[in-house]
T-cell receptor, first 110, second 108 residues
């Protein structure tokens, strides 16, 4: 039981490049979320999903896309990376009351 | 949206001391959780506590939903308790608003 896995662990992008952060879970949880954490700040919600085929925007969705074709996977796409997207990205699942976080992806945009 | 305020922002303790962390919400929430982020960045769920009191070892939490606040108690602190403690709340699952966190440092 791996829980929540995220790949890659680290990534450096140039401004304007696109990429996909991967998130997978093996706990069969309906709810999945993406957060970003900037230095000295709490986590901010980017997008979330209440089940396969259903996604919605969080607090800071601009510049990011998501899709949820299966229960297990919830990828986050950066369309055209900007230095303001330099952050640590966390994926989480929720079984209806307790959130479980992946190890995070540290992204730097130069 | 919901605003979450945590206090104190920083806390320095000697091993063995007790502490209380507080979380205030601007509006009612029915999903309230406490998390610990260790020095390696890993986030661990401590409590799901929309109301009432729960205990887990040296940690306990109390939420007074009618007054929109929650407290996290750490007793007999250890160096491994160091890190950042976050509370987060919301009105639905999967969608939490986080506070800014309390940075706890426990010295031996």
């Amino acid at each position: 039981n791996a829980g929540v896995t995220q790949t890659p662990k680290f990534q450096v992008l140039k401004t304007g490049q696109s990429m996909t952060l991967q998130c997978a879970q093996d706990m069969n949880h309906e709810y999945m979320s993406w957060y970003r954490q900037d230095p000295g700040m709490g986590l901010r919600l980017i997008h979330y999903s209440v089940g396969a085929g259903i996604t919605d925007q969080g607090e800071v969705p601009n510049g990011y896309n998501v899709s949820r074709s299966t229960t297990e996977d919830f990828p986050l796409r950066l369309l055209s990376a900007a230095p303001s997207q330099t952050s640590v990205y966390f994926c989480a699942t929720d079984r209806g009351g307790e959130q479980y976080f992946g190890p995070g992806t540290r992204l730097t945009v130069t | 949206g919901i605003q979450v305020e945590q206090s104190p922002p920083d806390l320095i303790l000697q091993e063995g001391a007790n502490s209380t962390l507080r979380c205030n919400f601007s509006d009612s929430v029915n999903n309230l959780q406490w998390f610990h982020q260790n020095p390696w960045g890993q986030l661990i769920n401590l409590f799901y506590i929309p109301s009432g009191t729960k205990q887990n070892g040296r940690l306990s939490a109390t939420t007074v939903a009618t007054e929109r606040y929650s407290l996290l108690y750490i007793s007999s602190s250890q160096t491994t308790d160091s890190g950042v403690y976050f509370c987060a709340g919301g009105t639905s699952y999967g969608k939490l608003t986080f506070g800014q966190g309390t940075i706890l440092t426990v010295h031996p």
